[in-house]
């Protein structure tokens, strides 16, 4: 069995301010996690991924997550958050044997000026 | 397209009548799952194609919805006697193989379906 946990339905940052997005998971076998940004009226888009290599997994515009499997954790960060920033973020686990991955619930990310 | 691409990109219809969902891959992606998206939820998964044959369709919630894959490239969701609780956006992805773990999924733009 799989299943994750976004901590935050909404978080609200100042542009240039650090950006952490929390996700918790559990799973009965090493996991595969990954983080999906979603844009009003756009579709799904990787950001990145963990596979069992690096712990510390860079993605794209300046994300970064690191697996911290103690924690059961795989949170979002990112140094400085940017307008276009501004969207849905979706933590995602998927098992080694499973391929069904299961999404959690989402987290607003929502950027001041 | 370099994409996956679904049609329409929305649908409105009424209580009770039938309607045809279709989702065209990446070309070459061997593996399609269907998505449903409510407002303010995160993606709940439907049914999984591995080429023709539906690998997995736990998530189907009942009778009423039913997805074919004939050629092993589009797919089309179909849903039966629609209800006014299946409106939501409908998301479909392909990934390469879709066998194994890490393989990405590619999402199309998604179908907002309203049932009035």
């Known amino acids: 069995a799989q299943s994750v946990t976004q901590l935050d339905s909404h978080v609200s940052v100042s542009e240039g301010t650090p950006v952490l997005l929390r996700c918790n998971y559990s799973?009965?076998?090493?996991?595969?996690l990954f983080w999906y940004v979603q844009h009003p009226n756009k579709g799904l888009q990787l950001l990145l991924k963990?596979?069992?290599?690096?712990?510390l997994v860079k993605g794209i515009n300046g994300f970064e997550a690191e697996f911290k499997k103690s924690e059961t954790s795989f949170h979002l960060t990112k140094p400085s958050a940017h307008m276009s920033d501004a969207a849905e973020y979706f933590c995602v686990v998927s098992g080694w044997e499973g391929y069904i991955p299961t999404f959690g619930r989402g987290t607003s990310l929502i950027v001041h000026p | 397209g370099a994409g996956v691409s679904q049609t329409p990109s929305n649908k409105v219809t009424e209580k009770g009548k039938y309607v045809e969902l279709r989702c065209d891959p990446i070309s070459g992606h061997t593996a399609l799952y269907w998505y449903r998206q409510s407002l303010g939820q995160g993606p709940e998964f439907l049914i999984y194609?591995?080429?023709?044959?539906?690998?997995?369709d736990s998530g189907l919630p009942n009778d009423r919805f039913f997805a074919v894959r004939p050629e092993g490239s589009v797919s089309t969701l179909k849903i039966q006697r629609t209800e006014r609780g299946d409106s939501a956006v409908y998301l479909c992805a392909s990934s390469l193989t879709g066998s194994g773990v890490g393989n990405e999924q590619f999402f199309g733009p998604g179908t907002r379906l309203t049932v009035l």
């Open positions: 799973s009965s076998y090493s996991p595969s």
């Open positions: 194609f591995q080429g023709t044959g539906a690998a997995d």
């Open positions: 963990y596979t069992s290599a690096a712990t």
